[in-house]
């Protein structure tokens, strides 16, 4: 079955920098484009960045863009979010996402807190 695993959350200041990674398994990696999303308390999921099959087509949110970067390795299955001149307003739950066969899976989530 499909799996996705983030990690990498944590605690920064702000102006610092992060780097999630999100471990997927259950389906053809290189065959699917990848997205990351995120939740901040009390709002709506929201998109983030996505990523095409062999690593084109990245695109962003206007609230990130310029600061963060998708990346995939498809050797490892892994897509990664490098996030840097973190800011207050990214604190959030990060998730990754992938549709297969028209089925929207998500991962668990990892924490982002920016924070001084």
């Known amino acids: 079955q499909v799996q996705l695993v983030e990690s990498g959350g944590g605690l920064v200041q702000p102006g610092g920098s992060l780097r999630l990674s999100c471990a997927a398994s259950?389906?053809?990696?290189?065959?699917?484009?990848m997205r990351w999303y995120r939740q901040a308390p009390g709002k709506e999921r929201e998109w983030v960045a996505r990523?095409?099959?062999?690593?084109?087509?990245?695109n962003y949110a206007d609230s990130v863009k310029g600061r963060f970067t998708i990346s995939r390795d498809n050797a490892k299955n892994t897509v990664y979010l490098q996030m840097n001149s973190l800011k207050p307003e990214d604190t959030a739950v990060y998730f990754c996402?992938?549709?297969?066969?028209?089925?929207?899976?998500w991962g668990q989530g990892t924490q982002v807190t920016v924070s001084s």
């Open positions: 996402n992938v549709i297969v066969y028209t089925v929207n899976y």
């Open positions: 259950g389906f053809t990696f290189s065959n699917y484009i």
């Open positions: 990523i095409g099959t062999f690593g084109n087509g990245a």
